[in-house]
Nanobody
Framework: QVPMVESGGGLVQAGESLNLSCTVS????????MGWFRQAPGKEREFVAA????????RYTDSVKGRFTISRDNAKNTVYLQMNSLKPEDTAVYYC??????????????????WGQGTQVTVAS
């Protein structure tokens, strides 16, 4: 059983916002680097954003810089992805994942054995 559950997706118009959540069922949540990924129809899954253990360092793929913000609440075992100014090309299933030994830089190219169910984000033009 994977330890993370994503939520918060939906259907929005271009320019609107969504805030995704990923709740982790691990007591040692603060040990983990957290990342968001997405997979659009017919495309490979891609890295979106990562955040370090205490939340003071982040990294984004270029296409979302200035529009998306990753954050975490360690008291709630939850990582968020605030998505503003959404575009049709942001349409994808969004997933989170975690690792105790990666960095926010190496998470972008890491592979993971398991994934949650993800949450669908659809942006209409």
């Amino acid at each position: 059983q994977v330890p993370m559950v994503e939520s918060g997706g939906g259907l929005v118009q271009a320019g609107e916002s969504l805030n995704l959540s990923c709740t982790v069922s691990r007591r040692t949540f603060t040990n983990y680097i957290m990342g968001w990924f997405r997979q659009a129809p017919g495309k490979e899954r891609e890295f979106v954003a990562a955040i370090n253990r205490n939340g003071d360092s982040t990294r984004y793929t270029d296409s979302v810089k200035g529009r998306f913000t990753i954050s975490r609440d360690n008291a709630k075992n939850t990582v968020y992805l605030q998505m503003n100014s959404l575009k049709p090309e942001d349409t994808a299933v969004y997933y989170c994942n975690l690792d105790p030994s990666l960095t926010i830089f190496t998470m972008a190219t890491a592979t993971f054995d398991s994934w949650g169910q993800g949450t669908q984000v659809t942006v209409a033009s």
